[in-house]
């Protein structure tokens, strides 16, 4: 089961970075595309999941603690973002604001309901796993509330949801605070040009510039390599007028999995600039 759920998941962040190469979370269409997506991979996960009998315990337990919030929280942090930039109010910058600020106030408010499970969770603790995470288990302590929303027992435990949702709103908190940043960016005249009059726009994909400012920040090449990555990728977003979306998740899965290769723009880059020299000597 490890093996194929975890191809699974593989092959549905690939799909996910297809659709949203360019930020696309931004765009409602492209946006539902993923939900759509991650409800297929997510069907086909559980069709399995009916059918199959874990080898033992740590199998079940490892499953619904590390594999199926992994599809869950995609699914629940896409669908979130629906549903807040379809409410979000068309008035002025300070109500957009304070609209993405009670989003992060209901976020903080889920951590204070479940901190128990919060901490035992990020803590990486182990000594309840088989009361949260082990189907048909029911006698937890009272400090560890839940949010259950699945009855089917064949499917779900007291903490998996509870988990996705910690993992979602992890994302969604960096989705806010991005969109918070970008709110009270101005634009930079000086990328301007004097003649053309017209900014500088990144034209390759996003995943290529994520790529790059992650290689720009490890080198330490901004501020004596005292630069943390938000503030660099903030910059290059309003720099290049584009949203990158997610970036640390695009790093973290996309670039990894990516069928072309983890590392090709750097490369590319490298091939370029080797070239353009070779061609200089031979003159």
Same mark, same amino acid.
């Given at each position: 089961?490890?093996?194929?759920?975890?191809?699974?998941?593989?092959?549905?962040?690939?799909?996910?970075?297809?659709?949203?190469?360019?930020?696309?979370?931004?765009?409602?269409?492209?946006?539902r595309e993923c939900v759509t997506m991650i409800r297929e991979s997510l069907t086909e996960?559980?069709?399995?999941?009916?059918?199959?009998?874990?080898?033992?315990?740590?199998?079940?337990?490892?499953?619904?603690?590390?594999?199926?919030?992994?599809f869950v929280s995609l699914l629940l942090y896409y669908s979130y973002i629906d549903l807040i930039e379809l409410k979000k109010p068309q008035g002025s910058t300070h109500d957009i604001r304070i609209h993405y600020e009670k989003e992060l106030a209901s976020i903080k408010r889920? #951590?204070?309901?479940?901190?128990?499970?919060?901490?035992? @969770? $990020?803590?990486?603790? /182990?000594?309840?796993?088989? %009361?949260?995470?082990?189907?048909?288990?029911?006698?937890?302590?009272?400090?560890?509330?839940?949010?259950?929303?699945?009855?089917?027992?064949?499917l779900s435990t007291e903490a998996d949801y509870t988990v996705s949702r910690i993992l979602a709103n992890g994302m969604l908190t960096g989705y806010l605070e991005k969109s918070i940043r970008?709110?009270?960016n101005q634009p930079n005249d000086l990328l301007v040009s004097?003649?053309?009059?017209?900014?500088?726009?990144w034209t390759a994909k996003a995943i290529d510039l994520v790529e790059l400012i992650y290689g720009l920040q490890l080198t330490g090449v901004f501020n004596y390599g005292k630069v943390d990555i938000k503030e660099i990728a903030d910059t290059?977003?309003?720099?290049?007028?584009?949203?990158?979306?997610? #970036?640390?998740?695009?790093?973290s899965q996309s670039i990894? @999995? $990516?069928?072309?290769? /983890?590392?090709?723009?750097? %490369?590319?880059?490298?091939e370029n600039v080797r070239e353009k020299l070779d061609e200089l000597d031979a003159k």
């Open positions: 089961m490890k093996t194929y759920a975890e191809q699974l998941y593989k092959n549905l962040v690939r799909r996910i970075e297809l659709a949203d190469d360019a930020g696309l979370q931004y765009d409602p269409v492209k946006r996960l559980t069709n399995k999941l009916i059918d199959y009998r874990f080898d033992d315990q740590q199998e079940e337990i490892y499953f619904f603690k590390e594999i199926k919030p992994r889920f #951590y204070d309901c479940h901190s128990a499970l919060y901490h035992y @969770y $990020r803590g990486n603790f /182990s000594f309840l796993d088989e %009361k949260l995470f082990v189907r048909g288990s029911f006698d937890l302590p009272h400090s560890f509330s839940t949010s259950k929303i699945d009855r089917d027992e064949r970008l709110l009270e004097s003649k053309s009059k017209r900014t500088l726009r290059f977003e309003k720099l290049f007028d584009v949203k990158l979306g997610n #970036y640390s998740l695009l790093f990894r @999995y $990516r069928k072309s290769g /983890s590392i090709r723009l750097l %490369k590319e880059m490298m």
